[in-house]
């Protein structure tokens, strides 16, 4: 708390003091002409643009056979419109699964200056890497990883509002938020054992808040290739159990305060690319508070820590092939990612949920946006009464 | 803990109406300017640059194979020896554009490569001076292939491709211009 106003009060005076000493340093005539052309030959204007993904999913298990799955798995249109220099509106409409529209982001954003932007609305919560950057062709694999699925959990966005800036002479932006937070209860627990949080985002629908929650991430690009990224999220979940809640019924208090559960999330992840050679590491942790209270309530079972990370390379194999811009790049990623890794005593740990995702495969870019990509993957788990599943998907990704 | 967040977000509320009001039009571009004389100083410390248009005739302007406006291009000078040149121009990011300066020497070798405004939250990666030094000391358009010669940016692929093509193009049309004895 402190700290903020701190900031909030340097970035202030920094603005005071440019103004006082830095009055007008140019006695140059160029001043004028050169404003000019720098204030944006687009005064107005709107830009299009869509991303999309086509899967197929076969999975093979040794024991039953198995169908497909064939799913127009995404399709997303974004829109944004400048209405001047400093203000910018960006949506992002998705259609998932043909049948289900969603709206993935939709923000006003004004820029105070390149080091503070203010933005409100329906935002992405920055954590991990595809949460905020997944467009298809910008990851490999037919699917999302599942560590960002089930933990992340992507694709995540609640509304509310904060700000965001860059300091390029430290190579470092950073987001700062406070939204509402997930769901945790609306008449009956929602949370799960096997996928944490991901049942409770509220995606702008008619979210309602008994809790703020605050989203921050800071991502360093000081390093050549590389790209680092530390988020943390904390807050509460949310309960329709605070609504109409009589302060003096303690009862009636208490039962509220069982209906949720306190979170702190840390994300780390890492990025390089150099000439052929990509890599990409991702580490995300979850602590949850409440949970013995919060499952002894609502009948479920979510773990009180949730822990995953993955480790992916790729490279490039047409690289020093000269008559082709087209890029074949062959990928391996090992992901493990448990959302039981620490469990009260009031539920049994289930090993199942201790999963190991392994992928390998291939993305076919036939240009800037767009690739067709196969891969195979095996799915492990601890419980070993279990079996394990293997998958081969094919896919495409467009984005432009 | 609703106290607080209230304070919050008054207090947030109160910044962002403070820093508008030295909104006058030119907010964004004052700061650019500070950007130009801020890197004048670095790149000759102990010379007091100033920069005159470069006029282009109407009969040069029919001969280029590329449009440039007239307070593009400016040649720098210390006294009356010339220092290099610049050339100021726009390209497109994810949402809006963003205006970036290319500093030549007289043998216009890039000598700096600076963002001067960017307009929205993505991509802003590109004004690392680090990334941006790559260009440094190239010429005549070479050296400059995004992926083959310049190193990419996670996450900022539509702005680091923009700037890429267009720090290329200002590299060879400057180049044209030398040939033409414009400048």
Do not use: C
Request: net charge neutral; hydrophobic share 40%; proline share 2%.
């Amino acid at each position: 708390m402190k700290y903020l106003f701190v900031i909030v009060l340097v970035i202030l005076s920094k603005n005071i003091i440019g103004q006082v000493t830095g009055a007008d340093t140019t006695t140059n005539e160029p001043l004028n002409s050169a404003a000019n052309i720098i204030s944006g030959n687009i005064s107005k204007g709107v830009t299009l643009g869509a991303y999309a993904q086509i899967d197929y999913n076969q999975p093979f298990s040794d024991i039953a056979r198995q169908n497909g799955n064939l799913d127009v798995h995404r399709l997303v249109t974004f829109m944004g419109y400048k209405f001047n220099d400093r203000t910018h509106f960006v949506t992002e409409i998705e259609i998932e699964h043909v049948i289900e529209v969603y709206v993935e982001q939709a923000f006003l954003s004004y820029m105070i200056d390149e080091r503070l932007n203010f933005r409100a609305g329906l935002i992405l919560i920055p954590m991990g890497i595809l949460n905020e950057y997944h467009e298809p062709p910008t990851y490999n694999g037919v699917e999302r990883p599942n560590l960002d699925a089930k933990i992340v959990p992507t694709t995540w966005r609640e509304v509310g509002a904060g700000f965001s800036g860059k300091f390029d002479d430290l190579s470092l932006k950073y987001q700062l938020y406070i939204l509402n937070g997930f769901n945790g209860y609306n008449g009956s627990g929602k949370f799960r054992g096997t996928d944490g949080f991901r049942t409770g985002r509220q995606k702008g629908a008619e979210s309602f808040m008994s809790n703020p929650n605050l989203s921050t991430k800071i991502d360093y690009y000081g390093i050549m290739g590389l790209k680092l990224g530390l988020a943390v999220y904390y807050g509460k979940s949310q309960s329709s159990l605070y609504h109409g809640l009589d302060m003096d019924d303690i009862g009636a208090v208490k039962k509220a305060d069982s209906s949720i559960v306190g979170i702190t999330m840390l994300g780390l992840d890492v990025r390089y690319q150099n000439k052929g050679f990509e890599a990409r590491a991702q580490y995300i942790l979850t602590s949850a508070s409440n949970t013995l209270q919060y499952n002894a309530f609502t009948g479920k079972d979510l773990g009180s820590k949730m822990m995953g990370y993955y480790f992916e390379a790729g490279y490039n194999v047409l690289r020093f092939l000269k008559d082709t811009r087209n890029k074949m790049t062959v990928f391996a990623r090992y992901e493990n990612y448990n959302t039981h890794a620490q469990v009260d005593a009031g539920i049994a740990k289930i090993d199942a949920y201790n999963r190991t995702d392994i992928t390998v495969g291939l993305g076919f870019k036939v240009a800037d946006g767009a690739v067709f990509k196969a891969d195979y993957q095996l799915f492990k788990n601890a419980d070993t009464s279990v079996d394990g599943i293997n998958q081969i998907n094919l896919g495409m990704g467009i984005w432009f | 803990m609703l106290n607080r967040f209230l304070f919050v977000i008054i207090l947030l509320f109160f910044s962002i109406i403070f820093f508008s009001f030295e909104d006058n039009g030119l907010g964004l571009s004052k700061n650019a300017l500070k950007k130009v004389e801020k890197t004048f100083l670095q790149l000759w410390p102990e010379r007091m640059v100033s920069w005159e248009k470069v006029l282009i005739t109407e009969d040069a302007r029919r001969a280029l194979s590329f449009d440039i406006k007239s307070d593009q291009l400016f040649r720098l000078k210390d006294n009356e020896s010339l220092v290099g040149y610049l050339y100021v121009d726009g390209a497109p990011g994810k949402f809006d554009r963003f205006d970036y300066m290319v500093i030549f020497s007289p043998d216009l070798t890039i000598l700096n490569v600076s963002v001067l405004v960017y307009r929205e939250d993505y991509g802003g990666e590109i004004g690392s001076m680090r990334w941006l030094n790559q260009f440094t000391g190239k010429k005549d358009g070479r050296g400059m292939e995004f992926k083959e010669d310049i190193q990419g940016i996670s996450g900022a692929t539509i702005s680091v491709l923009s700037i890429s093509s267009g720090i290329k193009k200002l590299s060879l049309n400057i180049q044209e211009l030398r040939n033409l004895g414009v400048i």
